[in-house]
């Protein structure tokens, strides 16, 4: 199991910046990539930004140049950057780890999210 914490949410004005930090726990050695996506009020929850061990990143095409997804392994900790922010990307942040074994389903564990909002 693989437990979650999201933090850094909060208000801030249209073209300002958040840092979230996402914590884990459990069984951080069985974790393949971690994440975060956001849902916004009836929405879908979608991919913001994606890092595979090894480093690679993936970042929706709505917050590329903006968002800078990074980790720091002595903390077991993911991080979002967020800068340049708009009223568009108002939504509940969620952490995501998720567990690959070849030949099986992947598992994913979600972390409580986190409140961003943008104000104009």
């Known amino acids: 199991q693989v437990q979650l914490v999201e933090s850094g949410g909060g208000l801030v004005q249209a073209g300002g910046s958040l840092r979230l930090s996402c914590a884990a726990s459990?069984?951080?050695?069985?974790?393949?990539?971690m994440g975060w996506y956001r849902q916004a009020p009836g929405k879908q929850r979608e991919l913001v930004a994606a890092?595979?061990?090894?480093?690679?990143?993936n970042y929706a095409d709505s917050v590329k140049g903006r968002f800078t997804i990074s980790r720091d392994n002595a903390k077991n900790t993911v991080y979002l950057q967020m800068n340049s922010l708009k009223p568009e990307d108002t939504a509940v942040y969620y952490c995501?780890?998720?567990?690959?074994?070849?030949?099986?389903?992947?598992?994913?564990?979600w972390g409580q999210g986190t409140q961003v909002t943008v104000s104009l």
């Open positions: 995501n780890a998720r567990r690959v074994v070849e030949g099986l389903t992947p598992r994913d564990y």
């Open positions: 459990g069984s951080i050695f069985s974790i393949n990539a």
């Open positions: 890092m595979v061990n090894g480093g690679s990143t």
